[in-house]
């Protein structure tokens, strides 16, 4: 994306002002706030002994000529959340906000790694915007009533000298693309977003996907396992990941189905892809694919997967549709982990229903049968021999068990669909 830059810095006060007055903005995207308290007095640290701060980035993004364009946040979203908590003397307290959406790992060995920097300091699903009242005041002296009685937020007082936030400065990189044409600004956009990691902090698979997602509006409830109405297609299911119920990761079935499709044979999935821990690539690349981005690895993987072939005329909202029904009828014959009636225990329940039932009414275009008599102890039992054998219940994701039981449940859901 061609584009011209513009360099300079601002002071912190006027940062805030730009936040305030929404004149600068978070893409839906970007991830959740990763600092705590620790960070933030690290970051005014720095500042204030006039060391390095790596300056923001914004982008102008303006896609239709008379209508004003958004300046969006790119990279800087934790140094100006920061910045503005600093400011006004509050920090949210980690343990009283919601964690953010995670994906459940289909890595084999994923408890025994150590976890990463953004993990073992936890996210919250917090954004600076949520210290606005939409539609009231907003005054920063509005705002600082509004957190004094929020009992989410701990004060944060810094012992900053007079006038800090007015001296101070930071610098930023502005960036005006040269095109007003939509795709080519949020390729451009989501591709450096992508590319851009500040203080070592990885993005999350989910939010690194997500980046790719927003390119193309139509295709983001698709990706997202969601119907017209936003609601999750697997009714809510969770995995048990690490003691915990996590999201499911819809596009891994997504990828893997799409694939088998083009020749119908589960030994011909995520070829070059045996490690579990290279299978996050061969989900990012299905996405580039659908956007027809440049992939990864084996570009080839994909070639004769068709999306507009496979739902003509956008068929798969219908059928999202359809298969949420479909979980929600099924959902009483689901072994659930222990006390989380809506979990499963593991990948080898959640696949043995899942694959088949996503290929065969998603993919195939198929409704289930009003006589599912004896299903439920069909793929059950499966289930049962598979978690008897100490090897296969250890490791359920290697290559060769993954796909027996692709090829496993779409033979027996066949059987009661129509």
């Known amino acids: ?12 006060k006027h940062w805030i002002k730009m936040l305030l007055s929404k004149n600068i ?17 690290r970051l005014v640290d720095s500042i204030q002994h006039g060391q390095f701060v790596q300056p923001v980035t914004i982008a102008l993004y303006k896609v239709d000529e008379g209508v004003p364009g958004q300046n969006l ?9 920061s910045i503005l908590l600093a400011y006004l003397g509050y920090v949210p307290d980690k343990n009283k906000f919601e964690k953010p959406e995670m994906l459940a790992s289909d890595e084999d060995d994923a408890a025994d790694e150590t976890l990463d920097d953004t993990n073992r300091r936890g996210p919250i699903k917090w954004r600076f ?9 907003n005054t920063e002296r ?45 390729r451009g956009f989501s591709q450096l ?46 995995l048990v990941d690490k003691m915990q119920p996590i999201k499911i990761d819809f596009v891994r079935y997504l990828s893997i189905i799409s694939q088998y499709t083009i020749t119908e044979n589960p030994n011909k999935v995520l070829v070059g892809y045996s490690a579990s821990s290279t299978r996050e690539s061969f989900y990012a690349d299905y996405v580039s694919y659908l956007l027809g981005l440049e992939q990864e690895d084996r570009e080839d993987k994909f070639d004769g997967f068709n999306f507009d072939t496979t739902f003509p005329n956008h068929c798969w909202r219908e059928r999202y549709e359809r298969l949420r ?30 694959f088949g039932l996503i290929y065969a009414i998603v993919f195939a275009g198929k409704t ?24 296969y219940a250890k490791t359920p994701n290697r290559l060769g068990n993954l796909r027996d039981r692709l090829g496993r449940s779409i033979d027996i859901i066949w059987e009661y669909v129509q």
């Open 368 to 391: 289930l049968k009003d006589d599912l008599t004896g299903i439920d102890k069909a793929i059950n039992d499966e289930i049962t021999e598979k978690k008897d054998w100490d090897y």
């Open 73 to 81: 946040i790119i990279d800087g979203q934790q140094r100006l959340s």
């Open 129 to 137: 915007s949520e210290l606005f009242d939409d539609g009231g005041d």
């Open 193 to 238: 977003f992508r590319d851009i990691n500040y203080f070592g902090k990885k993005l999350s698979a989910l939010e690194s996907r997500r980046s790719l997602y927003y390119l193309n509006a139509d295709l983001l409830p698709y990706l997202e396992g969601q119907t017209a109405d936003k609601k999750d297609v697997l009714c809510n299911m969770r």
């Open 325 to 354: 029904e479909s979980v929600e009828r099924l959902r009483p014959m689901f072994k659930t982990a222990e006390k989380k009636t809506d979990a499963f225990a593991s990948w080898i329940d959640a696949d043995y229903w899942f």
């Open 142 to 186: 509005a705002i600082r009533k509004r957190l004094e009685k929020d009992p989410r937020y701990s004060v944060l007082d810094l012992h900053l000298p007079e006038n800090f936030f007015d001296k101070a400065f930071l610098g930023y990189s502005y960036i005006v693309p040269s095109t007003a044409d939509a795709h080519v600004v949020q």
């Open 25 to 41: 903005i978070l893409p839906e995207y970007q991830r959740s706030f990763v600092w705590d308290e620790k960070d933030v007095r």
């Open 1 to 12: 994306m061609d584009s011209r830059v513009y360099y300079g810095e601002y002071s912190l």
